[in-house]
C-alpha cells in the first residue's frame, strides 16, 4: 500500500517535470511555426500581462493589498525608458534598467504613506495616483510630448543584431524576462519574506507581535511590485514603439488585477494561466471585443460566487517542502519516507 | 532582580483610566497569573507590555533593559511573545509556517541572498526549519506540520499559538486566556503543558478566568479590578482575600460577571 503510494507520487512528479520540458520545448520553438506575426504578437503580449500579473501578484496575492496602480507603474516604467531612449539615445539595457528604477522609486513614494490604508481605502488612493501619472503625460510636454505620445521608440539590439517582431527577437526577451520574473515570484514565495507577507494578509497585528517589520516588507513588496510592472512597461513600449498617456489606463489595472483573481492569488501557474485566458479571450472573440469588459466583469462574479480563491489559488495538499538537511523524529521512528526531503 | 519589572504603568483612553498605577514583578521561571473581572485592564496590561499601546505614564524593565513604549518588533527581540484572547493564528498557512513566522527575526539573510539561493538563505532557512521542527516536535504536534492552521482542532490552535510564540526564542511567554473555550480534560492538558514549560526554562505571565487552572498552575497571582491592583500573593492567601471575593462576588450587579 505505502509503496504504491511512494511509486504515484513518484509518477505523477516525473509526468509533470516531462510536461514542463514538452511544454518548454513548445514555447521556444513558437517562433518557427508561428502562422505569422500577428500570433507571436499576441504570445508576447500575453507574456507581458503575465509579468504585470506576477508583479501584482506579489503585494495583491501574497501580501493582500489590492491596488489599481499597476498600469501606472508600468506608465513610469515605459515613459522613463522611451525619454532616454529617443531623447537620449540611451541603448535598450541601459535605459530599461532605468526604467525599472525609476518605477521602484514611484512605488516607494506611493507605497510609504499609503500602505496604512487598508482595503478599499488603499485601492482608492492607487487609483487617484494613476490618474496623477496620466494627467502628468498628458501635461509635462517638454518631457512626455503632451497627447501626441512618443513614436520610434528603440527595440533591443544584442550585438548588432536588432530583436523585432519578425525576426522572433521580442518573443524571446520576454520569454526570458518571464522567466527571470516567474523565479523571482517563486524565490520570494519561499522565502521567510514570502511568508511574511502571507502573514501580514491573513494577519496583520498578530505579525507585528511576532516580531515581523510589517510596514517595511509591505513597503518593500510593493517597490519590487512597482519595479516589475516599470520593466513591462519597458517591454510593451519597445514592443509597440509608440507609447502615449491613453496607453495606460485604469482598464487596463483592471484587466491585470482581473489576471490575478481570475488565475487564483498568490498562484504563480495561475497568474500565467490567466494571462492566457484572459488575453487570448479578446484575440479569438475579436468581433466581441468592445464587450470583453463585460465578458471580464461577468467572469469576475462567477468566480466570486463559485471559485473566491481563483482557478489556482487557495491551499494545496502538497506536503510541506522542508529545506535539505532538516530532520523530523518522528519519520526516523515511524520509518515513513514519503517523499519529504 | 525580577525578570520583568512594571512600576507605576497606567494608560487611560480618553476619560477611562484602563490601567491605573499599577506595579508587579515576574522572576524568572515562575508562573504568575493575572486575574480580575471582565474589562479590569488584563488585556490592555498585554497591550502595554508588547508595544500594541503606548503607555501614558510608569516603567516596564525587562532583564535589566527599560521597553516602555518600544516598538512591538523591539519587545519581541528583547525576548517577550504573546498569544491572543480570541486565536490570531496565521489561518491558511501550514502549521509550520506559523511556527516559521514566530522564527522570522531570528532567520537571517537579506533579498540577495533569497534571489540567487546562496549558502547563507540555505543554511538559515534549514536552521529556522530544524528549530520550527523540533519546537513542534516537542509539544506533539511533529505529525500535522504540513496541515493548515485552520483544519486544526481547537485545542491544537491553541497549542499551535504557544508554539508560534515559543518560536521567537522569548525568554517570557505572555498567554492570554489559554484555556477559554477548553472542556475540562483539555484544561487538565493545557494546565500540564504550561507547567511542562516552565521546567524548559519558560517564565510565564498568564491572564485566565478558569479559577481552577490558575489556583493550579501559579506561584503567585496579581488581582485587578477597574484597572487597579487590589491583591497580590499565593494562590491560597489571593482565594481568601476579601477584596478578591468582593471584587468577584462582591455586589449583586457584578453577578452576571464571568468568574
Redesign the interface.
Known amino acids: 500500500m505505502k509503496l504504491k503510494k511512494i511509486l504515484n507520487i513518484r509518477i505523477s512528479e516525473r509526468v509533470s517535470f516531462i510536461i514542463l520540458l514538452v511544454l518548454l520545448a513548445v514555447l521556444i520553438s513558437l517562433p518557427f511555426f508561428t502562422p505569422g506575426q500577428y500570433f507571436l504578437r499576441t504570445a508576447t503580449n500575453i507574456g507581458i500581462y503575465a509579468i504585470l500579473a506576477l508583479s501584482l501578484n506579489i503585494t495583491t496575492g501574497y501580501c493582500g493589498q489590492v491596488s489599481m496602480g499597476q498600469a501606472a507603474f508600468m506608465a513610469v516604467g515605459a515613459y522613463t525608458f522611451a525619454i532616454l531612449n529617443t531623447m537620449h539615445g540611451v541603448g535598450f539595457f541601459p535605459a530599461a534598467f532605468v526604467g525599472c528604477c525609476v518605477a521602484g522609486v514611484a512605488g516607494f513614494i506611493l507605497g510609504m504613506p499609503t500602505l496604512r490604508l487598508s482595503g478599499a481605502y488603499f485601492v482608492i488612493a492607487t487609483t487617484g495616483f494613476s490618474e496623477v501619472i496620466k494627467v502628468i503625460a498628458l501635461n509635462w510636454k517638454s518631457m512626455t510630448n503632451g497627447a501626441l505620445g512618443i513614436k520610434n521608440i528603440g527595440r533591443p539590439i544584442v550585438f548588432g543584431f536588432e530583436l523585432t517582431n519578425a525576426n522572433g527577437g521580442q518573443y524571446y526577451i520576454m520569454l526570458l524576462s518571464l522567466a527571470a520574473v516567474i523565479w523571482i515570484s517563486y524565490a520570494i514565495k519561499t522565502s521567510k519574506f514570502g511568508r511574511a507577507l502571507n502573514a501580514i494578509r491573513n494577519d496583520e497585528l498578530a505579525s507585528n507581535l511576532m516580531g515581523v517589520n510589517t510596514s517595511s516588507q509591505k513597503v518593500l513588496a510593493f517597490v519590487i511590485s512597482a519595479m516589475l510592472a516599470g520593466y513591462a512597461g519597458v517591454l510593451y513600449a519597445s514592443m509597440t514603439r509608440y507609447i502615449e498617456p491613453n496607453t495606460f489606463t485604469t482598464d487596463m489595472s483592471t484587466i491585470i488585477l482581473c489576471i490575478v483573481i481570475f488565475g487564483g492569488m498568490g498562484s504563480i501557474r495561475g497568474m500565467i494561466i490567466g494571462a492566457l485566458l484572459l488575453i487570448s479571450f479578446p484575440e479569438i472573440l475579436r468581433f466581441m471585443a468592445t464587450y470583453r469588459f463585460i465578458v471580464y466583469g461577468l467572469i469576475l462574479i462567477l468566480m466570486m460566487r463559485f471559485r473566491p480563491q481563483g482557478m489556482l489559488g487557495g491551499v494545496g495538499d502538497k506536503p510541506y517542502k522542508l529545506p535539505k538537511g532538516v530532520k523530523r523524529k518522528s519519520y526516523e521512528q515511524g520509518g515513513g519516507v514519503n517523499g519529504v526531503t | 532582580m525580577a525578570l520583568l519589572e512594571v512600576s507605576a504603568l497606567s494608560k487611560n483612553f480618553g476619560g477611562l483610566i484602563a490601567v491605573d498605577a499599577v506595579g508587579f514583578e515576574v522572576y524568572e521561571g515562575e508562573i504568575v497569573s493575572l486575574i480580575g473581572p471582565n474589562g479590569a485592564g488584563k488585556t490592555t496590561i498585554f497591550n502595554l507590555l508588547?508595544g500594541?499601546y503606548k503607555a501614558n505614564k510608569g516603567h516596564i524593565v525587562f532583564d535589566g533593559k527599560e521597553i516602555t513604549n518600544k516598538s512591538?518588533?523591539d519587545i519581541?527581540?528583547a525576548g517577550i511573545?504573546?498569544t491572543?484572547q480570541n486565536l490570531?493564528?496565521?489561518?491558511?498557512?501550514?502549521v509550520?509556517?506559523n511556527v516559521?513566522?514566530?522564527n522570522?527575526?531570528h532567520?537571517k539573510?537579506r533579498?540577495f541572498d533569497?534571489?540567487f539561493?546562496t549558502r547563507r538563505?540555505?543554511s538559515a532557512?534549514?536552521l529556522?526549519?530544524?528549530r520550527a521542527?523540533d519546537i513542534l516536535?516537542s509539544i506533539g504536534l511533529?505529525?500535522h506540520?504540513?496541515d493548515?492552521a485552520d483544519s486544526m482542532p481547537y485545542g491544537v490552535q491553541r497549542k499551535l499559538e504557544i508554539a508560534?510564540?515559543m518560536a521567537?526564542d522569548a525568554k517570557l511567554l505572555l498567554l492570554d486566556e489559554p484555556a477559554a473555550g477548553m472542556n475540562a480534560s483539555e484544561t487538565k492538558e493545557l494546565l500540564d503543558f504550561i507547567k511542562l514549560q516552565q521546567k524548559n526554562g519558560y517564565t510565564i505571565l498568564l491572564i485566565e478566568h478558569d479559577m481552577n487552572l490558575v489556583m493550579n498552575i501559579s506561584d503567585r497571582v496579581y488581582v485587578l479590578d477597574y484597572g487597579k491592583l487590589i491583591a497580590s500573593g499565593t494562590p491560597e492567601e489571593i482565594a481568601n482575600d476579601p477584596r478578591v471575593v468582593e471584587a468577584y462576588l462582591g455586589k449583586e450587579e457584578d453577578d452576571d460577571e464571568d468568574a
Open positions: 508588547t500594541v512591538t518588533q519581541v527581540k511573545a504573546r491572543f490570531r493564528l496565521f489561518k491558511d498557512m501550514r509550520i509556517e516559521l513566522i514566530g522570522h527575526i532567520t539573510y533579498l533569497l534571489l539561493r538563505f540555505r532557512e534549514a529556522s526549519a530544524q521542527i516536535e511533529g505529525d506540520i504540513d493548515y508560534r510564540a521567537t
